[in-house]
């Protein structure tokens, strides 16, 4: 099945205490780089869950937000710090001698954040890891479902300029024997004028036409231009990510399409040439957004 790199999934859901949401989100890129983001109590998560990824997406530039808020319970406690928080009383007092009034209160000193420390209570991390999976897993498939559906629309667009390539290379093969024969008759026609009424060299006429022939000639660059849209084709219907092959494929489809422009000798093929390569350009463009 055919894949974009591009793609969206979330997937949120209350498990015992826990609200958990997990957002996915991609965009091309040449490799597998991925991104997770956690709340910082929860980093342990992070590892995890970024193996779950690879485990699903093999390219794309990938970011992934989880956030989870204990509904039930606080798993916080504040304590009051007491060393620090004498130590800014003792350091207040000391003001007393310089007329400074001592109006030391219990909401004064709280403007004093580091008086307070917070700690967490202990959380069993192998239990919130299998309900963070939970979520991922459902948040996921929605992603990966848009991957495929975009793939998809992928696909018909890059059948449809397969089909017109392999018509513009009927067109160039079609083309090129009538070339031939036009240049020859050219050349007979220039030769006969130049000479006026001296016979023309049939055997080296035909000398000329052979060379020109051989010139233009482009059977071996359109064979294998089939060849390269026939494995293309075959790819796409591939169950695995083919968006690296198919880059490779297109650069083969250009290196031929550019030998035949540059045999291309009379305006009819040249036009077809620069659609055949205008087309294999589009083809380039869209495989970019391919797993």
Same mark, same amino acid.
């Given at each position: 099945?055919?894949?974009?790199m591009?793609?969206?999934?979330?997937?949120?859901?209350?498990?015992?205490?826990?609200?958990?949401? *997990?957002?996915?989100?991609?965009?091309?890129?040449?490799?597998?780089?991925?991104?997770?983001?956690?709340?910082?109590?929860?980093?342990?998560?992070?590892?995890?869950?970024?193996?779950?990824?690879?485990?699903?997406?093999?390219r794309?530039?990938?970011?992934?937000?989880?956030?989870?808020?204990?509904k039930?319970?606080?798993d916080?406690?504040?304590?009051?710090?007491?060393? *620090?928080?004498?130590?800014?009383?003792?350091?207040?007092?000391?003001?007393?001698?310089?007329?400074?009034?001592?109006?030391?209160?219990?909401?004064?000193?709280?403007?004093?954040?580091?008086?307070?420390?917070?700690?967490?209570?202990?959380?069993?991390?192998?239990?919130?890891?299998?309900?963070?999976?939970?979520?991922?897993?459902?948040?996921?498939?929605?992603?990966?479902?848009?991957r495929?559906?975009?793939?998809?629309?992928?696909?018909?667009?890059?059948?449809?300029?397969?089909?017109?390539?392999?018509?513009?290379?009927?067109?160039?093969?079609?083309?090129?024997?009538?070339?031939?024969?036009?240049?020859?008759?050219?050349?007979?026609?220039?030769?006969?004028e130049?000479?006026?009424?001296v016979?023309?060299?049939e055997t080296?006429?035909?000398?000329?036409?052979?060379?020109?022939?051989?010139?233009?000639?482009?059977?071996?660059?359109? *064979?294998?231009?089939?060849?390269?849209?026939k494995?293309?084709?075959?790819?796409?219907?591939?169950?695995?990510?083919?968006?690296?092959k198919?880059?490779?494929?297109?650069?083969?489809?250009?290196?031929?399409?550019?030998?035949?422009g540059?045999?291309?000798?009379?305006?009819?093929?040249?036009?077809?040439?620069?659609?055949?390569?205008?087309?294999?350009?589009?083809?380039?463009e869209?495989?970019?957004?391919?797993?």
């Open positions: 099945m055919l894949k974009s591009t793609g969206f999934g979330m997937a949120e859901r209350l498990i015992d205490s826990f609200n958990i949401k *997990v957002q996915i989100k991609s965009v091309n890129h040449r490799y597998f780089d991925c991104s997770v983001k956690t709340p910082r109590y929860y980093m342990f998560l992070e590892d995890k869950i970024r193996s779950l990824a690879a485990g699903c997406i093999s794309g530039k990938v970011e992934i937000y989880v956030s989870l808020e204990q039930e319970q606080d916080r406690e504040i304590r009051l710090n007491t060393p *620090v928080a004498q130590g800014y009383i003792n350091a207040l007092r000391e003001l007393e001698p310089l007329g400074v009034e001592n109006d030391i209160t219990a909401s004064a000193l709280a403007r004093f954040n580091d008086i307070f420390k917070i700690e967490y209570k202990d959380i069993d991390e192998d239990a919130v890891s299998e309900m963070v999976q939970s979520v991922f897993e459902e948040a996921s498939e929605e992603f990966i479902n848009m495929a559906a975009e793939g998809e629309r992928l696909k018909t667009a890059l059948c449809g300029s397969l089909e017109r390539v392999l018509e513009l290379v009927s067109e160039v093969e079609r083309r090129s024997p009538e070339s031939v024969k036009e240049h020859r008759e050219k050349l007979e026609a220039r030769i006969r130049l000479l006026d009424s016979d023309v060299d080296r006429l035909l000398t000329e036409t052979a060379i020109f022939a051989d010139k233009v000639c482009v059977d071996e660059e359109t *064979v294998r231009l089939r060849s390269h849209v494995e293309f084709m075959t790819a796409l219907e591939s169950d695995v990510p083919v968006g690296k198919l880059d490779f494929i297109v650069q083969e489809m250009n290196r031929e399409a550019n030998t035949i540059s045999k291309a000798n009379d305006f009819e093929n040249a036009k077809y040439v620069v659609e055949l390569k205008s087309e294999i350009e589009k083809i380039r869209q495989i970019q957004n391919i797993e």
